[in-house]
């Protein structure tokens, strides 16, 4: 009852607070232009941005208050480490950050007095980057925390410099042989500098999430998790194709779960329709469970990732199918818009605007984007480390505008404030056009931005006749969501667990609302975690059935804005 009572304050809460942004908005539109709406983020990755004591994240903030923008994606977990103190894992080797010197807490605190969100950017499937066989170095070696991820669960043996396979090696694999051209290394489980743990190992998914929520409840003034390669490797191997499928996601133990779910043995050929779909729900699952479990610590966090967006864009429903993201990594992102464990979709859209084919692309990707948002939102991700600063002004206004059908994205964000532009020779997008553009400073590119000039005035960026006023000539409001301001759908989550407490794994799962009828179907993971998003507020039961086990939940009460945990176990244990 007391919860309920708190639900009901939330919603009324967030009605006025709606109705009150409506009224001042309309207000101001009396006084002057209305200031525009939208998200203008960097992401700020610690590889090439340092973030190791104060200094550091003043000059982070006040970089993006001299662009104008509002948001900074950064950058606290690389490679199974933590630029935060409050975590699970180790903090990064050979990393020079202040001692006592929480980086995240300060940039939290320094970016909200400037009016400027912070997300948590996290990779999440590339758990370390450096050759084991050598000694620890900046460069080199095995991560030297004992506990680290890649030490526990990397199945790396010293003596024989060897992946050892077996339960306890968390890592994804390709069966296809070790080639320096290729990129594979270390028995098929390094793919150039990178070891990716398989995420359809039960036991990898689920630290994944421990360290995830763990983040999530110790920074609960954070704006929002990023989630950055939430997918398989890519491999660059000739002969791989949509209908070849690619030799990836074969640790053993994911292998053994397919293999029992289909009554199948062996290992299943890449172009299995059902292992392609075994892989693709594997990194789905993990999206699901994040997005529940977080929203469940902090209804009002902004859960977001960074998508595949290679080559041409889908042009049409049936070629989404075809697209890389879908096929080669396996990376279902359109699935996770429409289901609505995304808040904020960002595909990596990087592309050159001097070369016609790259820009074509860049037009494709942004017009599927923008009318894929579904009950959600989308976010350009743009590649200014490819572009002049002139291409970079361009892409920025088309992924601004309107698509064919007239849906907007909410934002652009830059990748990345270490690399704003590059050097064009020949330059066909400057003023005037055919100019060799060197790579200039980021106070020239957050001048272009804001001014659409250089710092001193004398260099022309865009046009002033065809673009008398810069793109952030003013400063811009954070965009508000609904869902999360005024929610009017609920969500559940649980385990679907037998009475030893062994799980029903990849179990069909049917959520019945007990007030009209309706159901929705999904599916457990190998941890036996289920999920609803976006359920009517209302009296529900939970049903999942593996072969002949069925499990229920007992009856439970969903409430707008609030996640309800809703455990499955046998009929008779429900009370």
């Given amino acids: 009852m007391e919860k309920q009572k708190l639900v009901e304050i939330k919603q009324c809460r967030a009605i006025l607070f ?57 950058q606290v977990r690389r490679r199974g480490d933590a630029w935060y103190l409050n975590s699970l894992e180790p903090k990064p ?74 339960p306890n090696n968390w890592l994804t694999r390709t069966l296809l042989p070790d080639s320096s051209a290729s990129g594979i290394g270390f028995q098929g489980h390094r793919f150039g500098s990178d070891f990716w743990l398989d995420f359809g190992h039960p036991d990898a998914e689920a630290y994944t999430v421990n360290v ?19 997918r398989y490797p890519e491999l660059s191997v000739s002969g791989q194709t949509p209908s070849t499928g690619i030799n990836i996601g074969y640790n ?35 999206v699901r469970r994040v997005y529940l479990n977080s929203i469940d610590i902090n209804p009002e966090l902004k859960i977001s990732a960074a998508l595949i967006a290679f080559g041409n864009g ?38 050159r605007e001097h070369i016609p084919l790259q820009a074509m692309q860049f037009a494709q990707w942004n017009e599927w984007t923008r009318n894929h948002q579904y009950n959600r939102a989308a976010m350009i991700g743009q590649g200014a480390f490819l572009n002049s600063i002139e291409g970079t002004l361009r892409q920025t206004r088309h992924a601004l505008d309107p698509s064919t059908a007239g849906n907007r994205s909410i934002g652009i ?32 590119f957050a001048s272009s931005l804001t001014t659409g000039k250089s710092v001193s005035g004398t260099t022309h960026y865009e046009d ?49 609302n007990l007030d009209n009828g309706s159901t929705r179907t999904t599916a457990t993971d190998g941890g036996g975690f289920y999920g609803g998003v976006d359920l009517t507020p209302g009296h529900y039961i939970v049903k999942a059935v593996l072969n002949n086990e069925t499990l229920y939940s007992c009856g439970a009460d969903v409430s707008a804005g609030t996640v309800t945990t809703a455990d499955l176990q046998p009929v008779q244990l429900c009370r």
Wanted: proline share 7%; hydrophobic share 40%.
């Fill in 464 to 512: 002033s006749t065809t673009n008398p006023t810069s793109i952030f000539s003013q400063t811009a409001n954070i965009p508000f969501f609904s869902w999360k301001v005024a929610p009017t759908k609920g969500h559940l989550m649980g385990f679907a667990k037998r009475a030893d407490n062994s799980v029903l794994d990849t179990a069909t799962v049917t959520i019945t």
């Fill in 93 to 166: 080797d050979f990393t020079p950050i202040a001692a006592g010197f929480d980086p995240l807490a300060h940039l939290i605190t320094e970016a909200h007095t400037n009016g400027i969100e912070v997300h948590a950017f996290v990779i999440m499937g590339a758990v370390w980057n450096k050759n084991p066989t050598f000694a620890p170095s900046a460069t080199l070696g095995p991560p030297t925390n004992p506990h680290h991820v890649f030490n526990l669960h990397g199945g790396y043996d010293s003596v024989t410099m060897q992946i050892v396979p077996g």
């Fill in 252 to 286: 053993s133990t994911s292998v053994n779960r397919f293999n029992t779910r289909f009554e199948r043995s062996g290992n299943p050929a890449p172009n299995d329709p059902l292992w392609s779909q075994w892989r693709r729900d594997q990194v789905t699952n993990l």
């Fill in 314 to 351: 889908p042009t049409t429903e049936a070629s989404w199918n075809s697209a890389e993201s879908y096929w080669r990594v396996y990376q279902d992102w359109r699935a996770w818009t429409e289901e609505g464990i995304l808040d904020i979709a960002i595909p990596m859209n990087y592309k």
């Fill in 212 to 230: 995830l929520t763990h983040l999530v409840r110790n920074y609960n003034d954070l704006d929002g998790l990023h989630l950055d390669r939430i």
């Fill in 413 to 444: 964000i830059y990748f990345s404030m270490a690399t704003t532009n590059v050097a064009v020779t020949a330059n066909p997008l400057s003023i005037p056009p055919g100019q060799d553009t060197p790579a200039r400073s980021f106070a020239e």
């Fill in 18 to 74: 709606l109705l009150m942004l409506i009224a001042m908005t309309c207000f101001s539109t009396t006084l002057k232009a209305q200031t525009r709406t939208e998200y203008r983020a960097f992401w700020v990755d610690t590889f090439n941005t340092a973030l190791n004591n104060h200094d550091d994240v003043l000059t982070i903030v006040n970089n993006a208050k001299a662009a104008k923008a509002n948001a900074l994606f950064v």
